[in-house]
């Protein structure tokens, strides 16, 4: 089980970026992926999730109605559309799977198996 982050980059204030995560060795449609972000000096915090089961998505209050958590099926990719970046999104993102099928978020980083290398996001003027 491989996951591969990818999409991070320096932005604005107000822009725009699309994380990726890419998974080979196995299918995410049959994992539940978070995404995950963590600061400098600060914890591993829970930003998505999108559920095996019925692919319900969920989202820490700070990114809500900011963020956006999809899957592409043909691509076998998970992705998290970011927008409207504040300075304060600022942070390593990581994704990570877990072989879940329940129907509750999973938004702990313990809750979590499989884990990619993280991307860098720098929201900066």
């Known amino acids: 089980v491989q996951l591969q982050a990818s999409g991070g980059g320096l932005v604005r204030p107000g822009g725009s970026l699309r994380l990726s995560c890419a998974a080979s060795g196995f299918s995410l449609d049959y994992y539940t992926i978070g995404w995950f972000r963590q600061a400098p000096g600060k914890e591993r915090e829970g930003v998505s999730c999108?559920?095996?089961?019925?692919?319900?998505?969920y989202y820490a209050e700070s990114v809500k109605g900011r963020f956006t958590i999809s899957r592409d099926k043909a691509k076998n990719t998970v992705y998290l559309q970011m927008n409207r970046l504040k300075p304060e999104d600022t942070a390593v993102y990581y994704c990570?799977?877990?072989?879940?099928?329940?129907?509750?978020?999973?938004?702990?980083?313990?809750?979590?198996?499989?884990w990619g290398q993280g991307t860098q996001v720098t929201v900066s003027s």
């Open positions: 999108i559920l095996r089961s019925d692919f319900s998505t």
């Open positions: 990570a799977a877990r072989d879940y099928s329940g129907d509750y978020p999973l938004l702990r980083a313990y809750e979590y198996d499989y």
